[in-house]
């Protein structure tokens, strides 16, 4: 993809990302954390799609954003007498300076690399990877299903409180 259209979308995702990314870190109360983090992973998927890997994309918003950040508000929905703010901690000190130290880290890399720029072909599409996924590959991408519903039933299970317990247990029993 090559235009002023793409640059502008590169900017304005880049903008989006790293806002929605500092929400993450400022946000006192959880919940808007989460949603901060949703939106950071929409962000994500948008440079995906400017980099022509819409599969990618779509996978980054369905992982992500439909499992792993719904699977995180249930747990915080559902956790009874859960504190749902961001207290100050000890540690803020120390997290910044490996912040400071993970960026000089990053743009030492960045600038010592020899990035290429030649436009090769992956040479695998959409429709093989499909058919890869259902085909040769269909035992892994099952179990990652059925351990990611475990993953949520579990949760579940674990903020249910004692007397839903019970009430489960006295109507097995009728």
């Given at each position: 993809?090559?235009?002023?259209?793409?640059?502008?979308?590169?900017?304005?995702?880049?903008?989006?990302?790293?806002?929605?990314?500092?929400?993450v870190?400022?946000?006192?109360n959880?919940?808007?954390?989460?949603?901060f983090?949703?939106?950071?992973?929409?962000?994500?998927?948008?440079?995906?799609?400017?980099?022509s890997?819409?599969?990618?994309?779509?996978?980054?918003?369905?992982?992500?954003?439909g499992?792993?950040?719904?699977?995180?508000?249930?747990?915080?929905?559902?956790?009874?007498?859960s504190?749902?703010d961001?207290?100050?901690?000890a540690?803020?000190?120390?997290?910044?300076?490996l912040?400071?130290?993970?960026?000089?880290?990053?743009?030492?890399?960045?600038?010592?690399?020899?990035?290429s720029?030649?436009?090769?072909?992956?040479?695998?599409?959409?429709?093989?990877?499909?058919?890869?996924?259902l085909?040769?590959?269909?035992?892994?991408?099952?179990?990652?299903?059925?351990?990611?519903?475990?993953?949520?039933?579990?949760?579940?299970?674990?903020?249910?409180?004692?007397?839903?317990?019970?009430?489960?247990?006295?109507?097995?029993?009728?």
């Open positions: 993809m090559e235009g002023a259209g793409v640059n502008i979308a590169f900017y304005a995702l880049s903008i989006l990302t790293l806002v929605s990314a500092g929400g870190m400022v946000s006192r959880l919940l808007h954390a989460v949603l983090l949703i939106v950071t992973f929409i962000g994500v998927a948008g440079f995906f799609v400017l980099l890997a819409e599969f990618i994309a779509m996978a980054q918003i369905v992982i992500y954003v499992a792993i950040a719904v699977l995180i508000l249930f747990a915080i929905v559902l956790t009874p007498r504190v749902r961001n207290s100050e901690t540690m803020v000190g120390p997290a910044i300076l912040g400071i130290a993970l960026v000089t880290v990053f743009l030492f890399v960045i600038h010592d690399t020899a990035w720029t030649g436009g090769t072909d992956a040479g695998l599409t959409a429709k093989e990877l499909g058919l890869a996924l085909s040769t590959w269909v035992l892994p991408f099952e179990i990652a299903s059925v351990l990611l519903t475990a993953a949520l039933v579990g949760a579940i299970m674990l903020v249910r409180s004692e007397t839903e317990e019970d009430e489960d247990v006295t109507d097995a029993d009728a």
